[in-house]
């Protein structure tokens, strides 16, 4: 068991150093702003079609919080992600779903985006909406993402979490990297496709459905939305 535990330990100190070594320049190349910038760090569960593993990928946001331009722009810096359009698409709902319910911030700046995975990928689909709107509006309010939670769910206008396939895929890439809350969206717990009770208890994880963006976004980060 010991030795178990030690290489398991290994393997995710390693895993942290592949990702920062893949973006130090963006993350490390400018510390004389980095009090006057915002960072935050969202986890992106997916599927894909070759395994029933699923995917653990990293969404880094950073605010640089300048005077312009202004309105706010958001811009995708790169990474080793390739989104496509309706990735880039449901980011861009997101996003302004956010500047729409944080009224009481100053939106001017650049909001800088770049995808992180273990290995080169491509990604696209809705799915990730949901935990990329809670990021956007965490980033513009100044909270934290807590360490431990994930959400797959699609989002809409008005944001509703709505429903995603490859549940229990993205529930195993979650619980591989050591996350024990998940949220998903309303109504799948029990589809008949999969089985999330046992699945849950065979992974030692927690399952909760979620409706809307204001429930993840408080169980995410313990903040509401305006």
Known sequence: MADTSYHTIVRRRLRILCLICLCP?????????????????????????????GVFEVLLLRWDQQPSPSPMLLQWQGGNIKPGQTNLGSMALAFQYALEHTPNVDHRGTVSVIGIAYAATGTDGPSAGGVMTVGFAALLKGDRIRRGIALTGTISKDGTIGPVGGISDKIRAAAREGYRTILIPQGQRDDPRWNITRLAWELNVEVKEVDRVEEAYYLMTGGTLD
């Open 25 to 53: 320049c963006w993350l490390f190349g400018n510390l004389l702003q980095a009090d006057a910038e915002s960072i935050v760090e969202v986890p992106m569960l997916a599927a894909i079609q070759a395994n029933h593993l």
